[in-house]
């Protein structure tokens, strides 16, 4: 009758999903004063000593190009669960990440109790790979199989603890895209067994509604308890006809009955998105600024940038409105340099050049153009993500939003090709340039000299920039390189 509580809901095949979604919140488990009233049937690990606890089978698995698969690798180690309790499978069917995941294993391997490496020499198909993994666990007698693929950045170090402790038969920490709803679980099947929005999907994905979830289907890294492993019956398979294998686990553990969750009562980590994650370039993932902004900042962008924000830090001027400050890191200096000479055609250093319009350049360099790399777009929103807002502190009153940039290059310098630059003015509001490797290490001279004001910035350090007005007040030079190869990046903003 209407108004009334139903005492018992009983549904049968398809339905069941739809039932399990609503045991979310029936019977009192979820309200919105309370809360999840059923996430605290858990249990707590912090008393037990190492040698009580669970033993865990961790499986990593890289079966596609992966951007920030390095940073990846390094969270799944940085774990806070003792080593000597965790036996390490990975399984990798990228060639592109054969260096990089050999050596994670070379290097970090022994620090767990046991560990088993399938490379791509192997050629062990995706589906195989993670049913042997469960059969390590069977064989080592685990307490809990995790399971991680590449594209899951596990940040908080604390996860596997809080898996564990929630006392799920599987359980998956919320992972999504950033600025996407793009997430590692699904609320809801279509008629077909394939993805649709379930009617609490946002609230889940956003965090707003924290609990712990029954739902359908999960990925990118879950935790599988082991008296499932165990179990004849239960025994999860990756395998169903011709199904992927993230949804044949799901499905074949739908049809044994065997409750999927996601919790979401924690912060845990992200997906990355490597649909723009393209191996033919050198360094793919120096690309990625606009499909991974996060991880590419956390790689790319100096530690010491967010303070040079700061109101109250005051910014290195070296000689009259010639600011000095760090942007980059050391090694998007070694990659952009990488980008360069691998790509390798630098321009010839005379007036002639047939990249720009009308085929002329009044100071001519030896350099590349960012749009020569596929790099402009990336260029011009790095202006505007990260140099902007630096120029709008120190030049009061200018405002440009978005920065504009025609010019955006690298330069070397070689004592036996060009090593100087004599004086001019630069065609922009403002100018940045900055040093892509080591004086006195890498190259020895070089620098710049503003003749106005009689005034040199010398001995420039890897990753800072310089930033000064390009017009009328700022005539300068380059000084002469000595010995070695000096590289510069080099944006005229604001033409």
Known sequence: AYGTTPLVIHGNGPSKVSLNSFGNYLAKSWNDMAGCRVCYDTFSLSDKPTSELPKVLLGIFVERPTPFLKEALNKVYNLDYPKEKIHLFVHNAEKFHDTEVTEFVEKKGQSYYSFKYLDVSEAKKEWHARNLALEECLKINCDYAFFVDSDAHIDNPSTLRLLIETNRTIVAPLLSREKSLWSNFWGALSSDGYYARSHDYLPLVKGERKGIWNVPFVSGAYLINGSLVKSREKFPSFINGLLDPDMAFCKNMREKGIFMYMTNMDKYGHLVNGDTFDIRQK?????????????????????????????????????????????????????????????????????DDERLAGGYENVPTRDIHMNQVGLEQHWLFFLREYIRPVQEKVFLGYFHDPPKAIMNFVVRYHPQEQYFLRPHHDSSTYTINIALNRPKVDYEGGGCHFLRYNCSVIDLKRGWSLMHPGRLTHYHEGLPVTKGTRYIMVSFVDP
Not at 286 to 308: A, G, L, M, P
Not at 315 to 326: K, L, T
């Open 283 to 351: 360094n793919p993932d120096f690309y990625e600024i606009y499909s991974n902004q996060k991880d590419w900042e956390q790689r790319y962008i100096h530690e010491n940038y967010t303070k040079v924000l700061d109101p109250t830090y005051k910014v290195d001027m070296p000689c009259p409105d010639v600011y000095w400050f760090p942007v980059v890191t050391e090694i998007f200096c070694e990659h952009l340099i990488q980008i360069m000479e691998n790509f390798g055609q630098w321009s010839s250093g005379t007036n």
